[in-house]
């Protein structure tokens, strides 16, 4: 494989910037967030956003697909939504004079899907996403249909305490590469809401990158250096969640699966690329752990009872686990 460029990479950063700078005009004082999400997208991956309602959720994920040119749908998630009203499904039509099913696509074939307040949902209806968000494709009676490229799911939930929502099941939860927390505006930004915004109203995004710029910066990801060093810490980190495996890992219950190794790595990757260099370091990785890592731990009963969080393990974790193994030889530079 060819690794990227100091050029394309040099590039890649600046359209980023851009937008980054557009979508911070969509959601005022949420910086680190915008960050994260522009991270998740040139990884490749899906998005939970978990915050109160009424913070700008979903309003970032509608400018995110007006910035980006990309076809997107919304799905409002309800108790009464049917796996079916999501995959789509087979309609019965006559052809040349005869009669058969044939198959209706649902929302789900897009390019970004708003996946709106998607905990409010049965478990079957969101266990019907999970083939879509890990293999590109729905199989409805027996019959494959892949979904467009790119396809990404931006999922936003309310908090698991509020009434008329269900917990997502772990198997899904693992499909999201990203779990971010929305947190609340600061006296500042809710000053900037009140004398920018209107109620009602939703703010213009013009378009920043196209599909095909998209396309050229994926790959430019893709093609980023992974040093076998982050690659070892990486893979100490994932075997630190698991119980006995580090003294943070006291309260866990099961860590997380290779799955997390492998978005550390792309995530890491696209961070780099923001950063505007060709190699993913150790800073990275630590820098989305946090996202990457807290919806795949599970706590014991014990833990929870004392408060205990995944986030607080999380930065145990990170404090515990060094840069480099003693068996690693010191020659990474974290830049």
Known sequence: MKFATQTEVTDAGKQTQALASALNQVLFGQEDLIDLVITGLLARGHILLEGLPGLGKTELVKGLSKALSLDSKRVQFTPDLLPG?????????????????????????????????????????????????????????????????PFFVLATQNPIELEGTYPLPEAQLDRFLFKLEVRRNNVDTL?????????????????????????????????????????????RLVDATHPGQSAASSGIKYGSSPRAALSLASAAKARAVINERTHASFEDVKHVAPAVLRHRMILDYNARVEGKTTNDTIIALLDEVPFQSKDTPKNMSNG
């Open 85 to 149: 009203d999501i995959t789509g499904n087979p309609v019965l039509q006559e052809k040349d004079g005869h009669r058969q099913f044939i198959f209706q696509p649902g929302p789900l074939f897009t390019n970004v899907l708003l996946a709106d307040e998607i905990n409010r949902a049965s478990p079957k209806t969101q266990s019907a996403m999970l083939e879509a968000m890990q293999e590109r494709r729905v199989t409805v009676i027996g019959e494959t249909h892949d979904l467009p490229a």
């Open 191 to 235: 000053e900037k809401i009140v004398t920018q915004r209107e109620l009602g109203t939703e703010p213009e995004v013009s378009s920043i990158i196209d599909a095909a710029q998209l396309d050229e910066l994926l790959d430019v990801v893709r093609r980023i250096y992974l040093p076998d060093v982050v690659a070892n810490y990486i893979a």
